[in-house]
Every structure is written in structure tokens, then in C-alpha cells.
């Protein structure tokens, strides 16, 4: 039996005035701050390309 991943998708068309890498780990520290949850985030340019590996921008959960 294994476990499924949740995946989430976000359509960020709108947020073009921000940097993309730096929205990733504000996304990521907020999802650890307030669940305890470590997650890795990946922006790219459409779904299909998240799944490649290292397609866009690939920010891993770092221990701090």
C-alpha cells in the first residue's frame, strides 16, 4: 500500500509583478509555519512540465 503525494496547482498569471523563486519559498515557509508540514514547491511554465525533474524552477524543502 502506498501513500499519495497531495499535489496542488496554482494558476499565478496575475502575480507576473513578483519573483517567481522568492513566491515559491514564501509559499513554502507559510505552509511549514502554519501546519508543521515540510512541502516542495515547483513553478514552471504549465502542469505537465512540474513533473520533469528540475523543469523550471525546483525548490526542495530545506532544513533551516
Do not use: E, M
Amino acid at each position: 500500500l502506498h501513500d499519495a503525494l497531495p499535489i496542488c496547482f496554482a494558476d499565478l498569471k496575475g502575480f507576473w509583478h513578483l519573483d517567481p523563486l522568492q513566491y515559491g519559498h514564501k509559499i513554502r515557509d507559510t505552509v511549514k509555519q502554519y501546519t508543521g508540514i515540510p512541502v516542495s514547491v515547483v513553478i514552471a511554465p504549465s502542469k505537465t512540465l512540474t513533473f520533469q525533474p528540475y523543469s523550471y524552477h525546483n525548490l526542495r524543502t530545506v532544513t533551516r
